[in-house]
T-cell receptor, first 111, second 113 residues
């Protein structure tokens, strides 16, 4: 049973435009959410996170939005750059000892 | 480099052989995790240690899998009698004791032929 879902397997965005990656979750006990970026044959790299007590967290070009009532979060990247092309994973924690991951969204930035 | 390091990065083995992967976490991190990732899926939790104690194991971790962290520093993950279904990337990660963010290593690719 997939508790974290990324329903878009892929996304293509023009360089300089905004990339929006979406993530839905089902478990209302999740209280901390993270986004990881992954290049082929490498491990996931931590990008940005948000606690359930917030609805927005910003770090440079990256902003994560959390809508608890809808059990939805999104990652905004603006402006998008070619180096942003990678697979992005959404992950959620219930305060216990492991993370639940989505299946990822492959982002391609078109020059 | 003070990140999580894993060794070997790639391993090809024949079905039925045993393999062992090593992980060195970030030095001040008390918690160490093992995850597995297959193509098209996100990482799946296998097990986790707090210092040298193995505190949780996923049902994905069959009896052929064993993990250790003998002195609370590096960890090993051994797979005995490998099967083709074990082919995956094995990811090690670490975090602070009360940290919410888990940092991953570069992974160890296993191919069972």
């Amino acid at each position: 049973d997939q508790q974290v879902k990324q329903n878009s397997p892929s996304l293509s965005v023009q360089e300089g435009r905004i990339s929006i990656l979406n993530c839905d979750y089902t478990n209302s006990m999740f209280d901390y959410f993270l986004w990881y970026k992954k290049y082929p044959a490498e491990g996931p790299t931590f990008l940005i996170s948000i606690s359930s007590i917030k609805d927005k967290n910003e770090d440079g070009r990256f902003t994560v939005f959390l809508n608890k009532s809808a059990k939805h979060l999104s990652l905004h990247i603006v402006p998008s750059q070619p180096g942003d092309s990678a697979v992005y994973f959404c992950a959620a924690s219930d305060g216990a000892n492991n993370l639940f991951f989505g299946t990822g969204t492959r982002l391609t930035i078109i020059p | 480099d003070t990140g999580v390091s894993q060794d070997p990065r790639h391993k090809i083995t024949k079905r039925g052989q045993n393999v062992t992967f090593r992980c060195d976490p970030i030095s001040e991190h008390n918690r160490l995790y093992w995850y597995r990732q297959t193509l098209g899926q996100g990482p799946e939790f296998l097990t986790y240690f707090q210092n040298e104690a193995q505190l949780e194991k996923s049902r994905l971790l069959s009896d052929r899998f064993s993990a250790e962290r003998p002195k609370g520093s590096f960890s090993t993950l051994e797979i005995q009698r490998t099967e083709q279904g074990d082919s995956a990337m094995y990811l090690c990660a670490s975090s602070l004791l009360y940290g919410n963010t888990i940092y991953f290593g570069e992974g160890s690719w296993l191919t069972v032929v």
